[in-house]
């Protein structure tokens, strides 16, 4: 029954998620994710921002029980990923083996699947990390 509301909600934050767009208030402070006032200073002033998608991995977790709706996916890495701008993000690790992450290592932001409603056929994606290929 919450499904059409999730949906909806997914569409309205279409662009932050598929490219991490943030704000940046007249002070010059940047955040994520955008919102009407700085956080920092206060500054209603605030226009989007778009992040580099780059950053490194501060700390991390293994999900083991993940909530309603993600069962499908456990475990999965879980990390705070400081963005190379400089506000902190919490997203899935992607396309890692669990036993090479450490913090400090360096990530780039891609759009992955996050969640589907199989009798609906609706597929839901948004940002991840993913280790830098050199």
Known sequence: MGRPMQV???WRHFREKYA??????????VFFPKRPVCPV?????????????KGKVVSWT????????FEYYKPY???????EEGPVVLAQL?????????EGMEVEMVTRKVREFGEDGIILYSYKFRPVLK
């Not at 992607?94 to 450490?102: G, K, L």
């Open 8 to 10: 909806a909600r997914h």
């Open 20 to 29: 991490l767009i943030g704000g940046k208030c007249e002070n010059g402070h």
């Open 41 to 53: 200073c206060g500054s209603r002033n605030v226009e989007e921002y778009q992040f580099s998608g």
């Open 94 to 102: 992607t396309d890692v083996d669990p036993e090479e992450i450490h």
């Open 62 to 69: 293994i999900v083991r029980n993940p909530p309603s709706g």
């Open 77 to 83: 890495p879980l990390a705070l990923v400081e963005l």
